[in-house]
C-alpha cells in the first residue's frame, strides 16, 4: 500500500470520526485544494513533505511514519471525538430566547412607526383645517 493510499486513509478515518467533514475542509487545513487531494487519492500526484508537514501540525496524533512507511498504528493515540458538554445546548437556548426578543422589538417597532405615520396624518389634516383668511389682523 502507498503512501497515497495511507494518506486517503487517514482522511477517510478523520472523517468517520467527525472531526473533519470534507476532502474541501482538508484542503483548506492542509493549506492545498480540493483537487489536490484528488490527485493524490488518484495518484496523479505524490504526497509531498509540505503536505505531511502541515498535517502533523494540525493533526499531531496522526503517526506519520504509518502514513509514510505504513508502520506501527494510525494514530499514536485514539482521537476523541468532542463530547456535548451541555455548553452548545444552553448557548443555543440564549440563542433561541434572544431571537425571541428581537422578533418582539421589531413588532413593537412596526407598530410605533404606523403610530408616528397615523400622527402625522391627523396632524396635516388639522393644520389644513385651519381658517384662513386675506385679511391680516393686526393687534
Do not use: C
Request: glycine share 6%; aromatic share 4%.
Amino acid at each position: 500500500m502507498s503512501e497515497n493510499i495511507r494518506f486517503i486513509e487517514v482522511i477517510e478515518a478523520l472523517k468517520q470520526m467527525g472531526v473533519v467533514n470534507d476532502y474541501v475542509q482538508v484542503a483548506a487545513i492542509l493549506e492545498t485544494n480540493k483537487a489536490g487531494i484528488s490527485d493524490i487519492k488518484s495518484g496523479r500526484k505524490k504526497l509531498s513533505l509540505d503536505i505531511l508537514r502541515r498535517m502533523k501540525l494540525s493533526y499531531p496524533n496522526i503517526n506519520i511514519e504509518w502514513v509514510i512507511m505504513g508502520e506501527g498504528e494510525m494514530f499514536h493515540t485514539k482521537l476523541q471525538t468532542s463530547q456535548p458538554t451541555g455548553f452548545e445546548d444552553k448557548l443555543l437556548n440564549i440563542i433561541q430566547e434572544k431571537d425571541s426578543v428581537i422578533r418582539e422589538q421589531a413588532e413593537e417597532i412596526g407598530q410605533l412607526r404606523e403610530r408616528i405615520a397615523q400622527l402625522q396624518r391627523e396632524k396635516g389634516k388639522n393644520a389644513s383645517d385651519a381658517q384662513t383668511s386675506d385679511i391680516a389682523n393686526v393687534g
